[in-house]
């Protein structure tokens, strides 16, 4: 089991609210003005640049850290895990399952993850490796990760888990893994209806109804 972090594991609302607080954009606003770029078939940095123009995320990101160093700003923390994250975890591992968290996120993420104490057999970070999804190397290094923790695996007995069928579905199945898409996020509920959400083996609103679901499958 291959775990995404935000908004599979991680609810970003706090996040997001921070980055508008920092704009001064009313919540309402900046929620709502993200969904529709996004629903609409633009990216988050479109939905950033629309809001605040000429947005430069490394450059913003590099301002907010020198203004407040010792904050959480645009990271997350033990606050923001999702509450049915520790107990679908523990009835996976006690189920046998080798669990590992793989996602997109900035070098920080790692250790803020590990100091969860989630009981998973590693920990990949975008940043880090030097790839990103949807980029087929991530996926090659996912099943690296996976090794580790399982030795001999291959990628048909992955199940990557995510939010995002263009990030996550997509390019997982075309590394030979099976998928689970998962409906909650700014981008889970939409991409769920989506004509490619057939293309994950299973589509659930939390990860109690993937334990449940993992369980039947025997």
């Known amino acids: 089991m291959v775990f995404d972090v935000g908004e599979t594991l991680i609810d970003e609302t706090r996040i997001f609210a921070r980055w508008a607080d920092r704009f001064a954009i009313p919540h309402m606003a900046f929620f709502g003005t993200i969904g529709a770029v996004i629903g609409s078939g633009g990216t988050l940095t479109d939905g950033f640049r629309?809001?605040?123009?000429?947005?430069?995320?490394?450059?913003?990101?590099?301002?907010?850290?020198?203004?407040?160093?010792?904050?959480?700003?645009?990271?997350?923390?033990?606050r923001d895990l999702y509450p049915d994250v520790r107990p679908a975890f523990k009835a996976m591992n006690q189920a046998g399952l080798s669990l590992v968290i793989a996602g997109n996120q900035p070098p920080e993420a790692g250790p803020t993850l590990d100091a969860m104490g989630l009981g998973v057999d590693g920990i990949g970070i975008s940043d880090v490796w030097g790839t990103q999804k949807p980029q087929p190397e991530f996926f090659d290094r996912v099943l690296e990760l996976a090794d580790r923790g399982r030795p001999g695996v291959t990628a048909e007995e992955i199940l990557y888990v995510g939010d995002r069928v263009d990030n996550d579905v997509l390019?997982?199945?075309?590394?030979?893994?099976?998928?689970?898409?998962?409906?909650?996020?700014?981008?889970?509920?939409?991409?769920?209806?989506?004509?490619?959400?057939?293309?994950?083996?299973?589509?659930?609103?939390?990860?109690?109804?993937l334990t449940d679901w993992i369980a039947a499958r025997g």
């Open 50 to 78: 629309l809001l605040v123009p000429g947005f430069d995320l490394e450059a913003e990101s590099a301002r907010w850290r020198a203004e407040d160093p010792e904050g959480v700003r645009e990271h997350f923390d033990e």
């Open 171 to 209: 390019p997982a199945r075309r590394a030979g893994m099976g998928t689970a898409l998962l409906r909650r996020g700014i981008y889970g509920y939409r991409h769920a209806a989506t004509p490619d959400a057939r293309r994950a083996d299973v589509i659930v609103d939390d990860l109690h109804q």
